[in-house]
């Protein structure tokens, strides 16, 4: 399984086209990046409410999709 949490980008990783969104939390209003493709669903860092939950292609976002991040 991946040892990395979903929804913070790698510093250096290869970007081939619009990977993340911005996606502000519904609960605290906390603004996380979150993979657009999440293979597992996301939750708030901070009061653990979900943020994405995945479909097999782009995720179905719980929270207020602010911005896409290139
Ligand atoms: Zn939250």
Redesign the pocket.
Known sequence: MAPEEEGLPPENAPRPRAPFVVVK?K??S?EHVVFSRPATSVN?S????PLARPTGGRGNFLGEVVRTVA
């Open positions: 939390c609960d605290c906390k708030c901070i009061c653990g409410a």
